[in-house]
């Protein structure tokens, strides 16, 4: 026996004629109907909803299909909301717009963007909503191109001034990198709100352009300043969050405080969030207690202040604080994802715990559910490298398939770890893959350069050499920088003409070097490698490095009894390495650098920290006596841990990546001074 639709929903959806003999009770029914909708928790009520509705021929009702199509893009059922929209006679801009967003909320933008291109097909013309959501389908898709077509739309019909279309471009260029284009739509437009402001400083902090978003949250700041009342319901969470990601990618602490006094003072600091920022932030600007502090705090922490802090532990060299955090990660029922797993075998591999990062690796997926992937293996590859298992490491790295940019990573790692140790067969094969790839083209060269040397194949040296000039292939200086009160201040390596009070800086550092000399040091002689330079000429290139012009301005101008904090682009050099150990005993000053790869603390001439600088952390030099070379001739050879982001470049100081993906992969950079 045929089964009778439900009466009530037929009474609700009656043909058109008959509603208006009982508009009160239809309209009361209706709301009814969509109210019942919006809160069922229940998919049950909504497929037999559907059902009646299709039975009763009640879909011509487009205002009641939509919110059908919403409850089941509320319950992740996009499949049947899409037959749904198949089923209406006539959808309308709502309902093209529900079923874009329910594949985007789907993790299917793509096929929101088919379903946009079927638009211009039928008499339904897109609305501003319609554009926001198409614009974050290419947002989560990165896709910039498609999103200057839709952008072009935009144009065509009249939305280019709407605030919320506006607020999406903004975000989508960002997303794409196309930094340009984001501050060419916030700077037309007529109106802003908190979300268009966040968005553009969140761009800036994402892109590495941490200068950038602090001007633009100052200037964001000096509006609201005359309007000190409605503070609070101007700025929120994000707009912080996006704040001290900028700090963190700068090393701008006494920034990155005032910031947290901000979110005090806002109540924010309970923020899951912002508890994150803070944790990553302090770690990267050289307070991993900071850091510590701030997660401590955090009620009940998942995965992601975990592995900040599994990350931020290891780059300060407390790999074994990174491994307890994990293990007790894993005791509170925390399930590790993919980078949590980098963390941890990055710590293993600056820890010398080979075996434990062995044990780690396979028992990721075991254990965990968690695929190694290109990211791990270049972690054990570094690992293997470090403490001389050349030949384990190439093995690895040959048997892994990787996309170009990732096997950067890889092959990157593998070359200066094997012309550290010497294997110029090994270093040969990974720089012919680099090159072949165009990946890393500049580093692979230099580092190949250094392996003849330290074989003391001193032709291949010259050749190597001479096809880099062929190439045209040069490198950027290495830059350092400090914070001084609101103040940043620059310095490039073997550039004293625009060094902040350059003579005195010179003076100062000539003096240390005798003092240094006096305790032994021997400088250049131990691991540096250099052509046809006079050995005074070698000290005098050393001692010009950009954290040593960095460090004699700071010892000049902050007080005593503070601890110096110095940042750098490049990986610190052995030389300046043991330099800073000296320089620390000699004026009992505390220093902090923190280089492309990791910190490193000095305090009464000894490294504080587990110092494993002997197998992937060492620079080594070739130098010529020609003019072409920026004014001193020198090239500067990075080590092994380096290998993935662009170099910053010497006109933005910016080196450090601002979230925990992309401050893993700076870990493997391949770099030059």
């Given at each position: ?119 211009p097909k039928c008499t339904v013309l897109p609305n501003a909503f319609t554009f ?92 609201l300043s005359s309007h000190e009342h409605i503070w609070s319901n101007h700025i ?438």
């Open positions: 026996m045929r089964k009778q639709p439900n009466q009530t929903l037929l009474s609700i959806f009656k043909p058109a004629h008959l509603y208006r003999q009982n508009k009160r009770s239809y309209f009361h029914d209706q709301t009814q109907f969509i109210h019942s909708l919006r809160h069922s928790t229940d998919l049950r009520f909504v497929l037999s909803s559907h059902s009646n509705l299709l039975k009763s021929g009640a879909l011509e009702d487009t205002f009641a299909a939509n919110h059908l199509i919403n409850s089941y893009v509320r319950f992740q059922e996009i499949d049947y909301a899409h037959k749904l929209f198949d089923e209406m006679s006539e959808p309308n801009v709502v309902s093209w717009t529900s079923l874009m967003a329910g594949y985007i909320d789907a993790g299917r933008p793509k096929m929101a963007l088919c379903l946009f291109t079927r638009m926001s959501t198409i614009v974050n389908a290419c947002s989560v898709l990165a896709d910039a191109k498609t999103g200057e077509k839709v952008h072009a739309h935009v144009e065509l019909y009249g939305y280019q001034a709407n605030l919320v279309v506006c607020c999406s471009l903004i975000d989508m260029y960002g997303k794409s990198n196309n930094l340009d284009s984001a501050r060419q739509v916030f700077d037309s437009m007529v109106e802003r709100n908190v979300i268009s402001w966040t968005s553009m400083i969140s761009g800036y902090a994402q892109n590495g352009q941490g200068y950038k978003a602090l001007e633009l949250f100052k200037e964001f700041n000096e509006i929120n969470h994000y707009m912080l969050a996006s704040v001290v990601n900028a700090c963190a990618s700068l090393g701008r602490l006494l920034y990155g405080k005032a910031t947290h006094a901000a979110i005090i003072k806002q109540r924010y600091e309970s923020n899951d969030v912002i508890a994150c920022t803070l944790v990553d932030m302090y770690a990267k600007c050289g307070c991993i207690r900071y850091s510590e502090k701030v997660f401590r705090r955090i009620r009940n922490p998942s995965v992601i202040p975990y592995t900040s802090m599994i990350i931020g532990s290891a780059k300060h060299g407390l790999g074994k604080l990174s491994l307890e955090l994990f293990e007790e990660m894993l005791r509170r029922s925390v399930t590790p994802n993919r980078i949590t797993f980098v963390g941890v075998l990055y710590a293993c591999s600056h820890s010398g715990l080979v075996d434990k990062g062995l044990e780690h690796l396979n028992s990721m997926h075991a254990k965990h559910g968690v695929k190694p992937d290109a990211m791990h293996y270049t972690c054990v590859v570094d690992m293997f490298g470090r403490v001389g298992r050349l030949d384990e490491a190439y093995k690895l790295a040959k048997s892994i398939e990787v996309e170009q940019n990732q096997g950067a990573l890889l092959w990157g790692a593998l070359l200066s770890a094997s012309r550290l140790h010497g294997r110029v067969d090994i270093a040969a094969e990974a720089s012919k893959w680099l090159m072949e790839s165009k990946q890393q083209v500049a580093a692979a060269y230099v580092t190949m350069s250094n392996a003849y040397a330290l074989a003391g194949t001193w032709d291949d040296v010259n050749s190597t050499r001479s096809e880099m000039k062929r190439m045209g292939v040069k490198k950027e200086p290495g830059c350092s920088w400090v914070e001084i009160k609101d103040s940043v201040y620059v310095f490039y390596a073997g550039d004293v003409a625009s060094c902040a009070r350059g003579s005195e800086v010179l003076s100062l550092l000539k003096e240390l070097g005798k003092m240094m000399k006096e305790k032994g040091h021997v400088g250049v002689s131990t691991g540096l490698v250099f052509v046809d330079v006079e050995e005074e000429a070698k000290e005098e290139i050393v001692a010009l490095h950009s954290e040593r012009l960095a460090l004699g301005f700071s010892l000049i101008s902050i007080p005593s009894g503070v601890t110096i904090r110095i940042m750098k682009n490049l990986r610190m050099c052995g030389d300046c390495h043991e330099a800073f150990k000296l320089i620390s005993n000699i004026v009992n000053r505390d220093f902090i650098v923190r280089d492309i790869n990791r910190f490193h603390y000095f305090a009464n001439g000894k490294l504080i920290e587990y110092d494993l600088y002997g197998a992937s952390d060492s620079n080594y030099f070739i130098s010529y006596n020609i003019k072409t070379e920026r004014q001193i001739g020198v090239i500067q050879v990075a080590n092994a841990d380096d290998a993935l982001e662009p170099a910053a470049s010497s006109s933005t100081i910016c080196c450090s990546s601002v979230n925990t993906t992309q401050s893993l992969y700076s870990c493997f950079r391949m770099e030059t001074e």
